[in-house]
């Protein structure tokens, strides 16, 4: 099961830490991603991470402003992101899966498994 956390309604230029629990099968085993839905828009890959940690890619729309990590002693993965912009309005997934290879991570037919999402609203 994978629950996501951490969104709400941030005013253009903040931050926000985006959280990914994960239960039921260990971080260790599976690349991690986050994706995020814009309105009217098909689900994007934003960023994901590989099951020892160290692998990390992220799309080129995030410019330096997002960054995946992880924690696998609590079994969470973080989105950070900073000075946000309206156009970063979506909700925002995390999925796992089980067969990661860096060079295609943020192809979303690869996961498997997803949460429910989280609503990140940037306005003023």
């Known amino acids: 099961q994978l629950v996501e956390s951490g969104g709400g309604l941030v005013q253009p230029g903040g931050s926000l830490r985006l959280s990914c629990t994960v239960s039921?099968?260990?971080?260790?085993?599976?690349?991690t991603g986050w994706f995020r839905q814009i309105p009217g828009k098909e689900r994007e890959g934003v960023a994901c991470?590989?099951?020892?940690?160290?692998?990390?890619k992220h799309a080129d729309f995030t410019e330096g402003r997002f960054l995946i990590s992880r924690d696998p002693v609590k079994n969470v993965v973080y989105l950070d992101i900073e000075d946000l912009k309206p156009e970063d309005t979506a909700v925002y997934y995390c999925?796992?899966?089980?067969?990661?290879?860096?060079?295609?991570?943020?192809?979303?037919?690869?996961?498997?498994?997803w949460g429910q999402g989280t609503q990140v609203t940037v306005s003023s």
């Open positions: 039921g099968g260990s971080l260790n085993l599976f690349g």
């Open positions: 999925a796992l899966d089980p067969g990661f290879f860096l060079r295609v991570c943020l192809d979303i037919s690869r996961y498997d498994y």
């Open positions: 991470i590989g099951p020892t940690g160290f692998n990390t």
